[in-house]
């Protein structure tokens, strides 16, 4: 299930009007003077508009001939049918932000942007964020901004105070609970009154199902295998009822929200958060010591040599066959650019990345909170990170964040709500026409 509340999933849905401009006028040249202009269109989300407005400035600071105009649109189901209806009708302009992973694939790749596998930086992009935005053997997209991991962020402090190491192992993990329950501090935060933070036990675990099956995210999609049925699978939804069944959630876990974790979390009356990078820049602007005091592991699997963190794509930057001549080099060059230490660095100017760049060469600035800092060493090591999920397969069901916060609860069992959501998947397989089902 795609997680609600990322920052290209949750966007406002503010109406915005699109002059009807024929494909030969989003992007102008001026052939007497070498003047190119180039229109780029993104959602109107502040982790989107505003790395884009400061690479359009920086870039066309360094290449005097090519101005860049941003365009924006809404987010969510609105935002996806204007890309849907400028890309059929041929009505694009000349780059464009959008979704990596399975909606970049309902947009056709192959029949409506310009591969881009031949461009130098190809082989400067890294492989899981490629695997998003390659359709057939052709590359279409580079990221923008970093990857978000789930994972669990936890206070530094309480582990320093309690003498307690990172843990790889299950096992370790709660050993650790025991511990900080013992010093009166909770040991596991969660936040069923925003019932989506309910499903990181389960989604953020899929490094480790991956790493125990390989094949794990083909063969469901193909109906093969099944949550219930493989040990590694289920394995998240057991762990979310072990520390429910153990005591050591906060008292308050069935009523509170995010901020109300983050706070926790950032005050030390929590140890350990269940959640996705996006969230570290909200705690931090509200608890700047959290910065410092708040660090990041992946959640601990069965084995300690596979263990890795689980990752959401950024977006992509798409080009339009309907971009031609002097636009179509133009805004090769802009991806370029933006797929480059420099553009890395100028996107970080403008809006704090949630995890570290997908560029071979782009480095975290210095002043990064420490849980973001905290997840280079796994994009870094090679097998130490994986795509969650909805990344590997178009199988998503509804009712996840419902049957955790039950499974969390103590309201249903683990085996039964894996055994919930094998079902749930059921029909939105069937309605995808996926063969198996």
């Not at 953020?204 to 295998?225: I, L, R």
């Not at 308050?252 to 974790?261: I, R, V």
């Not at 990041?296 to 066959?321: H, M």
Request: with cysteine; aromatic share 8%.
């Amino acid at each position: 299930m795609r997680f609600r509340s990322l920052p290209l999933a949750l966007l406002a849905a503010t109406t915005l009007a699109l002059s009807a401009c024929s494909a030969g006028s989003l992007g102008s040249s001026d052939d007497e003077g070498g003047k190119v202009e180039l229109s780029f269109l993104v959602d109107n989300s502040d982790s989107s508009l505003k790395p884009v407005e400061q690479v359009a400035k920086d870039f066309s600071a360094k290449n005097p001939g090519i101005t860049v105009k941003v365009e924006t649109r809404p987010g969510g189901t609105e935002g996806d049918n204007i890309i849907k209806t400028r890309l059929s009708t041929g009505d694009m302009t000349d780059v464009f932000l959008y979704n990596s992973g399975s909606l970049f694939q309902a947009i056709a790749p192959q029949q409506n942007l310009v591969p881009l596998s031949d461009q130098p930086y190809a082989g400067q992009l890294d492989d899981n964020f490629k695997s998003t935005v390659t359709a057939g053997d052709q590359l279409y997209g580079v990221p923008l901004g970093g990857v978000t991991g789930g994972a669990v962020l936890y206070n530094k402090k309480v582990f320093a105070d309690l003498g307690l190491k990172v843990p790889a192992t299950w096992a370790e993990f709660m050993a650790n609970n025991a511990k900080i329950k013992a010093a009166g501090v909770a040991p596991v935060i969660q936040t069923f009154g925003d019932t989506w933070t309910s499903q990181l036990f389960v989604l953020g675990d899929f490094h480790n199902v991956s790493a125990a099956d390989p094949q794990f995210a083909a063969n469901y999609t193909a109906n093969k295998v099944k949550f219930a049925s493989t040990p590694a699978a289920v394995a998240g939804f057991q762990h979310q009822q072990e520390v429910h069944d153990a005591g050591y959630l906060n008292k308050d876990f069935a009523s509170a929200k995010l901020d109300d974790g983050l706070k926790q979390l950032a005050q030390g009356k929590g140890a350990q958060y269940p959640m996705l990078t996006f969230a570290v820049g909200g705690m931090v602007a509200n608890f700047p010591e959290s910065a410092k005091d708040v660090g990041l592991f992946a959640l601990p699997g069965a084995d300690a040599a596979k263990n890795g963190l689980t990752v959401w794509s950024p977006a992509g930057i798409y080009i339009p066959k309907s971009t031609e001549g002097a636009e179509l080099e133009a805004a090769k060059k802009l991806l370029a650019y933006i797929a480059s230490p420099d553009g890395c660095a100028s996107q970080a100017a403008a809006y704090a990345p949630s995890g570290p760049f997908l560029v071979k060469g782009c480095t975290l600035p210095a002043d990064v909170p420490q849980a973001i800092k905290d997840m280079q060493p796994y994009i870094d090591t090679p097998g130490k990170s994986s795509l969650a999920l909805e990344f590997l397969s178009p199988v998503k069901g509804p009712s996840l964040e419902q049957i955790t916060v039950e499974v969390g609860s103590g309201i249903r069992r683990a085996p039964a709500g894996a055994a919930l959501y094998d079902e749930d998947v059921k029909k939105q397989a069937q309605q995808l026409g996926l063969e198996g089902w």
